[in-house]
């Protein structure tokens, strides 16, 4: 079977992301995709999970005790938060982890709560999920919602999450984005600078 050659460089020493999940595909494992684009690949990834088992088995010696903690684990409970860096997370995955700012979207009724949480438990459970994202922040917490959303195949207008009623109004500081202007010539940011925000 004939293969195509679509670069000269090697993905893995190009800093574009975005160009190495373009060439994956869905007729094959990612693991086996990612091997043969990058050679390295494997061994840089063994090489962190024997240093990950290595430290997690300091802290737990027994066998038994290890494997539980091990299978424990969420990718959360390895989030270095000292690191300068944003992190995006799922409400679910942020518990236990603070944060000197952090941002909530999606507040629109059907998003939070999830339009599918029906009865008095499921919405409670919403309800506790949202608080558990709001007290991730230590100084500073947004909540944002769009006024207009793509939903179910069309553009749809919103409420706002129910849950967001309880909150005091002294405490809110309500503002709202305005469309800028549009701009001649090119965007000043470039796409580096900015996918750098997510190293």
Known sequence: MPFVKLSDDMLCDNKSVRKLLKQ?????????QLERLCPDFKEEIEDYTIKYLKEHAIAFPERKTFIHEISLLKQSDTLDQRADRIALMTLHSSKGLEFP?????????????????????????????????????????????ALKRNWLGSLKNLEISPFLDRIEKELIE?????????????????DASQLSLFN
């Open 24 to 32: 994956l595909n869905d007729t094959e494992p990612v693991i086996v």
């Open 101 to 145: 700012c952090v941002f909530v979207t999606g507040l629109e009724d059907g998003i939070v709560p999830l339009y599918r949480a029906q009865s008095v438990q499921e919405r409670e459970e919403e309800r506790r999920l949202l608080y558990v994202g709001m007290t991730r922040a230590k100084q500073r917490l947004f909540l944002t919602r």
């Open 174 to 190: 309500f503002s709202r984005f305005e469309k800028a202007q549009k701009q001649n010539g090119p965007n000043v940011a470039d």
